[in-house]
């Protein structure tokens, strides 16, 4: 075993044992609220975000040219879960008219333009592909 798998795996057994004791400090009530929306985003990733994924590269197998189809799966899982991250911000989640510096930014612009740049890069990326220079 390398020295760098041993100083990680001895770095990440002490993050892990300190969060462990930050989440058991907060109390049972706060340990419960942990370990169900653990388990709820769990749930989430295997019965809906999963299937969606697979959903997404059949239809793309189906409709997208195979020149396109790496560029479009890989598009919409990076924009799906960059989506679902930033809903909170989105949906202006936790915004309060007492405190205008909270969610002060325009962050549906920001996506936007981020949406943007991963659909032209999936664009270049399958361009390439179409004219032979690029494989998988």
């Known amino acids: 075993m390398s020295v760098v ?4 795996i001895v770095l990440g057994t002490i993050l892990g044992a300190v969060g462990a004791v930050e989440l058991l ?8 609220a942990a370990v169900v929306w ?3 985003g769990v749930a989430v ?12 590269g059949v239809l793309a197998t189906r409709l997208v040219p195979a020149w396109g189809r790496s560029p479009a799966v890989a598009a919409a899982v990076v924009l799906g879960a ?10 202006r989640f936790g915004a309060r008219p007492d405190n205008p510096t909270l969610l002060d930014r325009p962050y549906i612009a920001g996506w936007l333009v981020f949406a943007g740049l991963v ?3 999936a ?14």
Do not use: S
């Not at 907060?26 to 419960?32: C, I």
């Not at 960059?82 to 949906?91: D, E, S």
């Open 5 to 8: 798998r041993v100083v990680l």
């Open 82 to 91: 960059v989506t679902l991250m930033a809903v909170p911000v989105l949906g």
């Open 45 to 56: 990733h295997d019965f809906v975000l999963a299937p969606l994924v697979v959903a997404l």
């Open 119 to 121: 659909l032209g890069c």
């Open 38 to 40: 653990l388990a709820g």
């Open 25 to 32: 400090a907060g109390g049972p009530r706060d340990t419960l």
């Open 123 to 136: 664009f270049g990326w399958a361009l390439v592909r179409l004219r032979g220079g690029g494989g998988e």
